[in-house]
């Protein structure tokens, strides 16, 4: 698959997710297998005036390219500058967030508020496509709510703007992440444009991913929260993709590893004090497999840095049984 200039190995994606989809987390997914990483969604505002929390979150390094810079925002002025400041940074492509559900981001006309309005996304598209010469790509949902689906004129107003590529997340704004997804929005998606078009929504196991790419016909699947904890997934699917049907499970002890790398670089990304906020809920994801998992949650709770978080994977991550 391309999209604008650059070459995906498969379609097999990571999604974009508010506080889980940092660099660390992205080097993850992109040694597991992801053919294409993306960053969080950060205000354009933010990165159009090169706030300094905002640049932070857009670290981004060789290791993980091809990577994506997500904005989200309403002025079309302050798109095209933050549009700027991602290809500065080095990302692949810079991707515009006109999905995201989240109440105080509809409430400023952002987000997922603009799948009313096709033609302003298309012109936001145009401002960011003008001032940058890398691809520039949507997330889009199927509409403001059931029965006002307007993802297909949307996407094909994105394809007339220069958009290089649409990510389809298969429920309404007013859905948010409840109930299942229709991946058919994403199939009459596919059959309206000509650019790529990527599918999300409700993915959780390889099985899922591969379900999805064979239904819809889309050329990709952005994998969103069934890879925390398991970012696996990537390249179990992919291993179903190309043909074979033996997937291997990770061991306790890989699972162990990679927690523990994914932390500790957490703790050199994050000051430390972020970090151990960050600890618990990252290591639940990855430790909810175990037989025990309740009492690791108590555990996990009593942590208080780096070093008994390394004690405690050593103990519950043992190849042998606890």
């Known amino acids: 698959m391309r999209i604008g200039n650059i070459s995906l190995a ?9 506080e889980h989809t940092s660099l660390p987390f992205r080097l993850i997914c992109k040694q597991q297998g992801a053919s294409l990483v993306c960053s969080e969604r950060i205000d354009a505002k933010d990165v159009a005036e090169r706030d300094k929390r905002a640049i932070k979150l857009l670290s981004t390094t060789s290791a993980e390219r091809p990577a994506v810079g997500q904005i989200s925002g309403n002025d079309a002025a302050q798109i095209g500058e933050a ?3 991602i290809e500065e940074l080095g990302f692949s492509m810079v991707d515009l967030n006109f999905e995201c559900p989240i109440r105080r981001l509809v409430g400023r006309g952002e987000g997922g508020a603009l799948m009313g309005q096709p033609q302003r996304i298309a012109e936001l598209v145009a401002a960011a496509q003008q001032a940058v010469s890398i691809p520039v790509t949507v997330k889009l949902r199927t509409g403001p709510k059931a029965g006002e689906d307007t993802a297909v004129e949307t996407a094909q107003r994105v394809e007339q703007a220069g958009g290089a590529a649409v990510v389809l997340h298969a429920r309404s704004v007013e859905q948010a992440y409840l109930g299942g997804p229709d991946w058919q929005h994403v199939t009459r998606v596919k059959e309206a444009v000509s650019i790529p078009v990527l ?5 959780r196991t390889p099985q899922d991913a591969i379900s999805f790419l064979e239904s819809s016909g889309a050329d990709g699947v952005a994998i969103g929260r069934g890879c925390l904890g398991n970012p696996w997934i990537f390249q179990q699917a992919r291993t179903l993709l190309f043909g074979s049907r033996e997937i291997v499970e990770p061991s306790p002890a890989e ?7 994914l932390v500790e670089h957490e703790f050199e990304f994050y000051s430390a004090h972020l970090a151990q906020k960050r600890l618990a809920r990252t290591a639940c994801y990855f430790a909810k497999f175990l037989p025990d998992f309740a009492e690791f949650k108590k555990e996990i709770h009593a942590i208080k840095n780096l070093a008994q978080f390394r004690t405690l994977v050593r103990e519950w991550f043992r190849p042998v049984a606890r």
């Open 10 to 18: 498969h379609g097999l994606t990571l999604a974009p997710m508010e």
């Open 255 to 261: 699972r162990g590893k990679v927690l523990l790398a």
């Open 83 to 85: 549009a700027r400041v």
């Open 199 to 203: 599918g999300s929504g409700g993915v």
